[in-house]
């Protein structure tokens, strides 16, 4: 095995720890324990419904912990097979909302209409519960909500910004889930996939206040220079919106029970496990993934000692071209692309924890002195790729693409960049 090799190896081990702390049944196992919902009434029901990436895990999970509820349903996406006894799971597209998502909604929004005063409705949120529960208001179809949620992932915007507009155009998004649940009490558990795990924007807060209103969205749209080309129903929605006043979120106890920051801290114990020591430089590496690079590239140094160097966030990529990839996967052929001659050894890493970058099958890249040579001995031309946002292609040419399956879970991405003394 080579140096390189070895330094590839233990960039996985690092990454699979990351994962493995975003484990979202011990997520909700802790959660329940230590922040137990209110005790079932006698004559009263439990509601158990988990949306996102890791919905089928966290509502396994509580399961165990509140057998035989009235209803348990997960919504998850198309990717995850996960199966469960006793319980009713969705799947939806994502990123881009789709009918099967449509009709999870009404399905959701059908199980919160029977909740009364004397039952409890438990929510299990994690990333991706965004684009799976598409709720568009009246006059807005989904074929608008998903060219809306189209021009968002191409427009550059940070997913604090993507949600601030999804919530204006949603049944219960923002607050709108637990508006519909009224009058039972509502619990929910969240596994963030936010950097500052701003609970707003988890799933698009669908037990909790929205990030900002009407007018706010209209704005963010205008700013990003896409308002011209959001669907007329959509843009006649937020114009008669900014002149209504919505009815408040009810009271809800939310209850945050894993997040990107923790998996960065588990890739710093595995990396001690393995005899090193790791440094965390930002657990908010976000924004434009031209910025983040170069955020990268500047520890991109000869060390005088092994040196292990962590990141954490979520960045975005403004779409040019029409080829294929992920935040990820370009973050890595750009460090690729750009990383000096050290005369040293090294790795970098960058991986969506829930196993999926992008509309890909692939997680991310794992780069490291070779990629370019081998991406050219293959016939390809990675500046004219990843020009056409075709990182995908390139990262494959190259042998590069960090390949995980769908991980069932979602706390954002993480980098790990490994260099030898």
């Known amino acids: 095995m080579t140096k390189t090799d070895a330094l590839r190896t233990q960039a996985r081990l690092l990454f699979d720890a990351a994962v493995a702390a975003a484990d979202p049944a011990k997520a909700v196992r802790h959660g329940l324990t230590h922040n137990p919902p209110p005790a079932e009434k006698p004559e009263g029901r439990t509601f158990l419904i988990a949306v996102g990436k890791a919905a089928p895990a966290m509502l396994g999970e509580a399961l165990n912990a509140l057998p035989n509820p009235y209803a348990a349903l997960a919504v998850t996406h198309h990717e995850n097979d996960a199966t469960l006894k006793d319980a009713e799971i969705l799947r939806a597209g994502h990123p881009v909302p789709d009918e099967a998502g449509a009709r999870a909604a009404q399905r959701v929004m059908e199980l919160l209409a029977e909740a009364t005063e004397h039952d409890r409705v438990i929510a299990l949120m994690s990333g991706g519960g965004s684009a799976l529960l598409p709720a568009p208001p009246a006059g807005v179809s989904l074929a608008d909500k998903a060219r809306l949620n189209s021009l968002l992932l191409s427009a550059g915007l940070d ?98 029970v894993g997040s990107n920051r923790l998996s960065i801290e588990a890739m710093v114990a595995e990396a001690g496990r393995l005899g090193l020591n790791a440094r965390i430089v930002s657990d908010a590496l976000t924004g434009d993934v031209a910025d983040a690079a170069r955020v990268v590239l500047s520890e991109l140094v000869p060390r005088p000692e092994p040196t292990v160097l962590l990141f954490g966030g979520e960045t975005t990529v403004r779409i040019k071209g029409s080829g294929r990839g992920g935040r990820n996967q370009e973050l890595a052929l750009r460090v690729a692309l750009q990383a000096p001659d050290i005369a040293a050894e090294w790795v970098f890493l960058s991986g969506g924890t829930d196993g999926r970058d992008g509309p890909t099958d692939a997680a991310g890249g794992l780069v490291d002195a070779g990629t370019l040579p081998r991406i050219n001995a293959a016939g390809q031309d990675a500046k004219a790729l990843l020009a056409n946002n075709d990182s995908y292609a390139a990262l494959a040419a190259g042998g590069d693409l960090l390949m995980t399956r769908a991980t069932g879970t979602n706390v954002a991405d993480v980098q790990v960049l490994l260099i030898a003394p």
């Open 159 to 256: 997913i604090v910004q993507m949600n601030l507009v999804r919530q204006q155009v949603s049944l219960l998004k923002g607050g709108g889930f637990a508006r519909l649940a009224t009058p039972a009490s509502v619990t929910a558990y969240l596994l963030s996939d936010v950097i500052g795990d701003d609970l707003r924007a988890i799933a698009s807060g669908p037990t909790v206040s929205p990030i900002g209103t009407a007018k706010e969205a209209v704005e963010t749209l205008k700013d990003a220079g896409i308002w011209g080309a959001v669907p007329n129903t959509i843009r006649s929605h937020l114009e008669q919106a900014q002149n209504q006043s919505r009815a408040p979120v009810p009271e809800v106890s939310n209850i945050l």
